[in-house]
C-alpha cells in the first residue's frame, strides 16, 4: 500500500531561482524545496506515522504532510528528483536499516523512493521546467518528474 509523506521547514521563505541554475532566467521566479517520500508499506498505518515523525521529522523546525499530492498549490509546477534505482542512496539506506533494527512487526516497509521536490513559484506568463531539470537533474543517476508545467 502506497504512503507518502513531505518534510517542509515551517520558517522557509522562497529563494531565487537563480541560485538553482547556472544561466540567468528571463524573468523572476522563486522556489522552496521538501522532501518528499513515498512508502510501499504493509501492516499499521499508525505505527508507520509515527516512525516517520520520531525518524523524518524535526518538531522544532518542520512540518509534516501526509498523501498530499502538493503542499503548495499556488506554484507554477513542481519537480521531483532521486536517485535511480539501483544507485546508491545512503539516506534510503540508512532509514530501511534503522526500519529493521527497531522493528516491532506492527508494519513492514518493502519499497521507500525519496525525492526532493523543488516548487516554483512567479508570475511569468509562460514558465518552462527545462532550465531546471538541465541544472538540477543529473539523468546518470536521477529520475524526474515534472506536475503541473
Not at 501526509?66 to 506554484?75: E, Y
Not at 522493528?103 to 521536490?117: M, P, Q, V
Not at 513559484?121 to 541544472?135: C, E, L, Q, T, Y
Request: hydrophobic residues 40%; glycine residues 4%.
Amino acid at each position: 500500500m502506497p504512503f507518502t509523506a513531505e518534510v517542509s521547514t515551517r520558517e522557509a521563505k522562497p529563494k531565487s531561482c537563480q541560485g538553482l541554475l547556472y544561466a540567468p532566467l528571463d524573468q523572476p521566479l522563486s522556489y522552496l524545496q521538501t522532501q518528499h517520500y513515498v512508502f510501499e508499506f504493509s501492516g499499521d498505518e499508525a505505527a508507520l506515522t509515527t516512525f516517520i515523525r520520531k525518524v523524518l521529522v524535526d518538531d522544532v523546525c518542520q512540518d509534516l504532510h501526509l498523501n498530499t499530492a502538493s503542499i503548495h498549490h499556488d506554484c507554477r509546477f513542481f519537480i521531483d528528483y532521486g536517485m535511480k534505482p539501483g544507485a546508491l542512496d545512503l539516506e534510503k539506506e540508512t532509514i530501511l536499516n534503522y526500519h529493521r533494527e527497531v522493528a516491532t512487526g506492527d508494519f513492514e516497509i518493502e519499497s521507500l523512493k525519496i525525492y526532493k521536490r523543488v516548487y516554483i513559484f512567479g508570475d511569468a506568463p509562460a514558465v518552462s521546467p527545462d532550465p531546471f531539470i538541465r541544472d538540477m537533474v543529473n539523468p546518470a543517476i536521477h529520475t524526474w518528474n515534472v506536475t503541473g508545467a
